[in-house]
């Protein structure tokens, strides 16, 4: 896996510069990933719009910023992505934002199609779900941990909706974007916050032992 790991990274972008790449596609009227579609590049236009808001709105907890900026050990934080995903133009923007209140993590984004190889290793209930953030070990490259593509009430949300009409269809698209709209990004970091919490403590622990 770190052999799968180390090549993506090779293929990975900051976080200004995948903004930069999915806005330069638009330009072109294209979307990011293998499909081309009048669709996608529809959603992927909504989702620059959503993502310039976000950045401007999303705050960090005061709680989870003193707790970001404490960590231990020094972190990669990987993010499977697309331009056309809505639930990555909802999370990316918060997860960017948790990155910089911290010197111990260093943000890496990287496209769906183009790293298949390493997409095929956290697949959800068998799908190609995005965003996928995997939480690595800087110096060894060792997933510790993973969070995606959708916080727990998002994908609860989904499954209901499901449950009930047998397909995932635009108004359900619609009640996602407003449950992300009224949680404004909390229920986000309380998870990837609570998966950081343990890994960072094992990591300090670890060392201790050494």
């Not at 003193?66 to 331009?83: H, R, V």
Request: with cysteine; charged share 25%; hydrophobic share 40%.
């Amino acid at each position: 896996m770190v052999s799968i790991i180390k090549k993506s990274l090779g293929f990975s972008y900051s976080y200004e510069a995948y903004r930069n790449k999915v806005s330069a596609l638009l330009k072109e009227g294209k979307s990011s990933g293998n499909e081309q579609s009048e669709a996608l590049t529809h959603y992927s236009e909504l989702n620059e719009a959503r993502m310039n808001r976000l950045e401007k709105t999303i705050k960090i907890t005061t709680e989870f910023t003193q707790e970001l900026s404490q960590l231990k050990a020094d972190y990669i934080w990987l993010i499977l992505a697309e331009g056309w995903c809505g639930d990555a133009a909802q999370v990316l923007p918060v997860i960017h934002k948790m990155a910089e209140v911290s010197k111990k993590i260093e943000l890496k984004i990287i496209f769906r199609d183009e790293n298949e190889d390493l997409m095929n290793l956290f697949l959800t209930n068998g799908t190609k779900s995005i965003p996928k953030l995997l939480i690595l070990d800087k110096s060894t490259l060792e997933v510790l941990g993973n969070f995606g593509p959708r916080p727990m009430g998002a994908k609860q949300l989904i499954i209901d909706y499901k449950a009930k009409h047998g397909i995932v269809d635009e108004t359900a698209k619609t009640n996602l974007q407003l449950w992300y709209l009224h949680d404004k990004g909390l229920s986000i970091q309380k998870e990837i916050m609570g998966l950081m919490s343990n890994i960072d403590l094992a990591a300090a622990q670890k060392h201790q032992l050494q």
